[in-house]
Every structure is written in structure tokens, then in C-alpha cells.
């Protein structure tokens, strides 16, 4: 088992064993220290401890995923990577191990650590990534350095007097430093996505990384803090997948995505297109005059030249369906009033058993209650008619298969003392006087079909890699038999079989399949048992049964 699996898996293991053994001694101590990493607090106590232990349970899923994405090795190379890169990816990972492993510094040697890590790789991802402009690389530098600077003048600031005394625009400096950082992820997710390496599973958990906040706020609003909203606080994990992911696909090939440039010309154009097509909030019903020499009315009809089904059409459009169905451009030119008054006349006779020259499926257009009684299949949709007819094509299916095994129960072995492991017996039913073959499944055999059909071929047929058997006939089904050997059969008697003949078939995969010959689907094995190479095909043939057998020609005898 790999490093990163087995490592996910055990810590998933222990963390339901501390779980359990929490449930067990009534305290969530055990589960709490495998899961957070850190001693609980005392309001961990006061917590009640089942949903306590549900959530530390989340947390160790959430862990062990965690653990599988980090240790996973990198991808195999695929172009070379630079030193930059290189460099890049080494100090993400050590990013991901610093953030990963609990520190006990004191916090201004923890902030310097921190900047002395995260400043460079922030350096080389404004170089390593391609497809950005020279601006966008600066801004990006610009941004990513606010909240390390930030961090470290709080850090050295911290209960002084400097920090009392520029108090009226701290609030304001943390402000930027946080919209900082957001402009600083949302810059390193376009790079990513610009220069195409990073996979969109990576950075959908760089987008992920801002619902973390939100997902902490939510919590600390509904439970009023505790050990819950500290259990949701450890769960801000997609920063650390999101980094480990980032190192493991650097070595991928940039395919580069064109930026968002939009030339000044065009929002001019698209807000004059606009202006030009915007009208009134919905299009105008029929008046019953819209068949008029004009292009604009003419363009109603458009997908409507053959009558649709009518659960098909919403309520509304079912009546300019039913006129677009019915009138024809070489027809007298009726007006949609009258085309209207001679359907409703028609369901009207209709309903009353009178004969009607109009075809129902266009009445139900128009009374789909009244043509629905007698042609009840009208009201169907098309999805509902697909539905019928493949349940009908599953039960021709099914009795095809029946039969077939049926036909496969009657067929018997015709030489059943030559037993092998590799031989199948299967019922062909030649429908359209066409024969089967056996082939090697991995060669273009389009050329020796060709040359086997141009030559005068009786009853086998062979050219390289294929293998024709004209055998079948349309007035019974064949039984077919095919046993691949080790070596060359004995000789079998001639006596009983209309046909005994031999030729040589080729296998340079080192696989020779019979095709699916029988409905009920039965497998032929492997037929080239010796691997890649010349084998010797031999067919005794007779009215309905055909035996094949397959072996080696460098141990013929």
C-alpha cells in the first residue's frame, strides 16, 4: 500500500479507536488530542459529548483527507522543470509543514519563520506561472506583501505603546490587510488558471479556501463559540490542499489561456445591439392575420414544419402550432381565424362520432381532451414514447436471449475427449449469410477482411490476422466449438465430417478472440494460449455443428 494511503487509513483507524475509547471513559480528551493536536480547553468539558464526538469525528475524515492529498507524490514529469520551479515547489511543501505541525516559538520568532518561508514563494509564484502580464505580477507582489508586513509590525507592536498609540487606524490596517489577502488568493487562483498546469480540482479548492471564514462566523453565531467553533476553526484545511496540490502538479505542461481582454469597440457595439433589439416586455399573440407577404410574419413558423407531439408544446403555443402545421405555402392563403374555426369545428365533430377529414394527431393540438379518448397514444410525449418503445426493444432483446440459450443448451461438444480449459461452445444463427470470424483484437484487420472476400474461399478463409468461416447456413442455427491446445491435435478421422481444413493465423498481441456469436452473449477465451506468434487453425465441419481447433504452428507436427 502506498505511503499516502496507508497513512490516511491508520490515522482514520485511530481516530474512530480515540473516539470510541471517549465514549468509553465518558471524556472527550483522547479524541479531542488526536483530532486538534493540542490539549482541550476547559469549556471542552462543558460541552455535551456526543455531538462533541460527532464533530471531532468530522474533523479526523477531514484530517485523514487531508493526510492523503498532502503525502501523495508528485506527478511523473511530464516537461522539465526550471530551478524556479523547483525551488517553488520545495518551499511550498515546507509551507505545508510549517502550518502543519504544531510550533511552540515564541510568536515573533513564529511571524519571522513564517515571512521567511512564505515571502519567497510568493517571489517565484509571480515568476514560475506564465500567461501574466508584467502588471499583474507586480500587483501581485504588492498585495501578497501587505499582510506579512502587517503581521509582522502586530507582532513586534503587540502590548505597546506603539500599538496605543496608532489605535484609531488599526482597525482600518487590519481592514486592508484582510481585503489583502482576498485580492492576494483571488491573483494566485488567475495565475493558476491562466497557466493552465493546475488541474480544476486544485482550484476549486483554492476557491474553497473562502468559505472556510464564512463557515467559522456561521458556527460562532449559532453556537455562541466553545468547543464546537474551535472544532470548525481546525477543519480550514483547503489552504494546506490547496498548497500540497499546488507543489504536486508544478511539473505538469502549461497550457496557456488566453486572458480576458475585451477591446474597447465592443461594449460600445453590444450596448448599440442592445438598444437596437430591446421591445416590449413579451412578444404580441396571434391576431389571425400573420400569414401576410411579409418576412417578419413568415419567420413565425420556424420549427414548425411537421406537427409535434402535443405534450410536447406549452398550452400557449399549442394554437400557432397547429396553424403552422396546417397551412402550406402552395395552399390558398386562409387567414389563421379561419384555419382556427375550421379546428374547432372539426373537434367538434369529432367529439360528437361524426367523420372528419383532419388528421387527430393536429386536432389535439387544439382539443387534446376530446382526441385523447379514442387516441389516448396522442397525449403521450416524446419521452414517454422513447420510454415504450426501448421497453419493447429490452423484451425483443430478452426473447432473442432466451432462444439463443436455448440453442446453446442443445449444442453438445463433438469431440469430447480432447478436453481443454480454453474451448466454449456457442449457437450462430447466420441471419444474413455472413460468417464469423476469429481475430486479434488490437490489429487494423480492414485490409485482410478485403482480401479474404476478393479471393475464392470455401470454407475457412485467413489472411494475417483474421480468420473467416464460411460454414453457416440461414435454415438452422450451427453449433461452433472452438478449443485452443498447447500443440498439435491428434488426427481425427475424416469420417463424419463433410470438411476437414487447415490454414495459419496471426497473432501479434498475443490474443486471438472468436466474435460474439450467440444472443445470450457466451465468452470465448483466449484462443492464442502461446502468446504472440504464427498459430495453426483446423476445421472440421458438417451440417449445423463446427468444431475449431487452435494451437501453435512452431509445434505442429
Not at 490587510?177 to 491562466?194: D, N
Not at 476553526?233 to 490547496?242: G, N, R, S, T
Not at 401576410?292 to 420549427?303: K, Y
Not at 440459450?405 to 447466420?430: G, I, K, N, V
Request: aromatic share 8%.
Amino acid at each position: 500500500m502506498r505511503i499516502y494511503r496507508l497513512a490516511a487509513s491508520a490515522y482514520l483507524v485511530i481516530t474512530i479507536g480515540s473516539i470510541i475509547l471517549s465514549l468509553v471513559i465518558g471524556t472527550a480528551t483522547p479524541a479531542w488530542l488526536l483530532t486538534m493536536w493540542y490539549p482541550p480547553d476547559e469549556f471542552v468539558g462543558r460541552s455535551s459529548l456526543v455531538p462533541l464526538l460527532g464533530g471531532l469525528l468530522l474533523l479526523g475524515l477531514v484530517n485523514a483527507w487531508m493526510l492523503w492529498e498532502i503525502l501523495r507524490p508528485p506527478t511523473p514529469v511530464a516537461v522539465p522543470m526550471g530551478r524556479a520551479a523547483r525551488w517553488l515547489r520545495l518551499l511550498l511543501y515546507a509551507e505545508v509543514l510549517w502550518l502543519l505541525i504544531p510550533s511552540f516559538f515564541p510568536g515573533p520568532i513564529e511571524t519571522v519563520i513564517g515571512l521567511a518561508l512564505w515571502v519567497p514563494v510568493l517571489v517565484l509564484f509571480a515568476v514560475v506561472p506564465t500567461g501574466s502580464s508584467r502588471l499583474f505580477r507586480l500587483a501581485l507582489l504588492l498585495f501578497g506583501l501587505v499582510e506579512p508586513v502587517v503581521s509582522l509590525v502586530n507582532s513586534l507592536a503587540d502590548d505597546s505603546e506603539f500599538q496605543l498609540f496608532m489605535s484609531p487606524a488599526y482597525r482600518a490596517t487590519l481592514m486592508a490587510a484582510g481585503l489583502a489577502s482576498f485580492v492576494l488568493m483571488v491573483m494566485l487562483l488567475l495565475a493558476q488558471r491562466r497557466d493552465g498546469r493546475w488541474s480544476r480540482t486544485t482550484l476549486l479548492i483554492g476557491v474553497g479556501t473562502f468559505v472556510s471564514p464564512f463557515l467559522v462566523e456561521l458556527v460562532d453565531a449559532l453556537t455562541s463559540g466553545g468547543a464546537i467553533e474551535s472544532i470548525a476553526e481546525a477543519m480550514d484545511v483547503l489552504y494546506l490542499v490547496w498548497l500540497a496540490r499546488t507543489a504536486r502538479e508544478l511539473n505538469r505542461e502549461p497550457a496557456r489561456k488566453a486572458p480576458l481582454r475585451v477591446p474597447p469597440a465592443v461594449p460600445a457595439v453590444a450596448a448599440a445591439l442592445l438598444v437596437m433589439v430591446v421591445g416590449s416586455e413579451g412578444r404580441p399573440h396571434l391576431t389571425y392575420t400573420w400569414l401576410v407577404d411579409g418576412p417578419d410574419e413568415l419567420m413565425e413558423c420556424v420549427g414548425w414544419s411537421k406537427p409535434a407531439r402535443v405534450a410536447d408544446i406549452p398550452a400557449h403555443e399549442r394554437d400557432r402550432a397547429y396553424l403552422c402545421s396546417v397551412n402550406k405555402p402552395s395552399g390558398p392563403h386562409l387567414s389563421d381565424q379561419e384555419l382556427l374555426g375550421k379546428g374547432w369545428d372539426a373537434c367538434a365533430r369529432f367529439a360528437a362520432d361524426e367523420p372528419v377529414r383532419a388528421r387527430p394527431a393536429l386536432l389535439a393540438l387544439l382539443c387534446p381532451e376530446v382526441i385523447g379518448r379514442k387516441y389516448p397514444d396522442l397525449l403521450l410525449s416524446s419521452a414517454q414514447i422513447d420510454q415504450r418503445q426501448a421497453a419493447k426493444d429490452d423484451l425483443v432483446r430478452e426473447q432473442l436471449a432466451r432462444e439463443a440459450r436455448e440453442e446453446d443448451a442443445r449444442c453438445r461438444d463433438p469431440w469430447p475427449t480432447l478436453r481443454t480449459r480454453f474451448q466454449a461452445t456457442a449457437s450462430y444463427y447466420d441471419w444474413d449469410t455472413q460468417p464469423y470470424g476469429i481475430y486479434d483484437p488490437e490489429a487494423d484487420i480492414e485490409q485482410d477482411s478485403d482480401v479474404i472476400w476478393d479471393s475464392d474461399v470455401d470454407a475457412l478463409g485467413t489472411s494475417g490476422e483474421l480468420a473467416l468461416f464460411f460454414t453457416s447456413t440461414q435454415d438452422w442455427a450451427t453449433c461452433v466449438t472452438a478449443k485452443a491446445l498447447n500443440s498439435a491435435p491428434p488426427p481425427l478421422r475424416r469420417k463424419g465430417w463433410d470438411k476437414v481444413v487447415e490454414a495459419d493465423i496471426i497473432s501479434e498481441s498475443g490474443q486471438l478472440v472468436m466474435e460474439t456469436l450467440s444472443a445470450s452473449r457466451v465468452r470465448f477465451p483466449n484462443l492464442a494460449r502461446s502468446g504472440p506468434g504464427r498459430y495453426r487453425l483446423r476445421l472440421y465441419t458438417r451440417p449445423g455443428v463446427d468444431l475449431i481447433l487452435i494451437y501453435p504452428a512452431r509445434r505442429a507436427a
